[in-house]
């Protein structure tokens, strides 16, 4: 899919939905996105598309179009990863950084937030160290 084949895009008070040009209607819980769950009706508006989903500058949130079609409830109750286990936690952590402090992609880390990608194990370490070194560092703040 891509932005030439979203007709629509919607917000019901749990879930977030897209209209394809040819008619297909696809969801996804509000819950795994804080971000958009707590953002405003204008915020929630105020979004862009690109090649691959759909951006909201204001509230660091992405959404891949790929998400919207490979999400299955039953599949993803059971497969959430640690990364969206994270964002919903802590929605106060902006992925664009955070992936920027991994050396990875943020478009990645999105992924992996949205359960598009599933991290290795190997990459759950390196943003679980970062994490404990952010920690560390807000340790030291004296105000």
């Known amino acids: 899919m891509t932005r030439k084949d979203l007709k629509r895009l919607w917000f019901s008070d749990e879930r977030i939905f897209i209209e394809t040009v040819q008619g297909a209607v696809k969801s996804m819980p509000l819950e795994w996105f804080p971000r958009l769950k707590n953002a405003t009706p204008a915020e929630r508006e105020d979004y862009e598309l690109s090649a691959m989903g759909i951006h909201w500058e204001a509230i660091d949130e992405d959404l891949s179009f790929e998400g919207f ?45 949205c359960n598009v990608k599933r991290p290795s194990a190997a990459r759950k370490k390196e943003i679980e160290q970062t994490l404990h070194r952010l920690g560390e560092e807000l340790m030291q703040v004296k105000l």
Do not use: C, W
């Not at 599949?75 to 955070?98: C, G, H, Y």
């Open 69 to 113: 079609f490979n999400y299955n409830k039953q599949q993803a109750d059971k497969q959430r990863n640690s990364i969206q286990e994270l964002v919903k936690d802590f929605p106060m952590i902006n992925l664009t950084e955070l992936a920027t402090r991994v050396g990875i992609s943020p478009a990645v880390m999105r992924h992996y937030a």
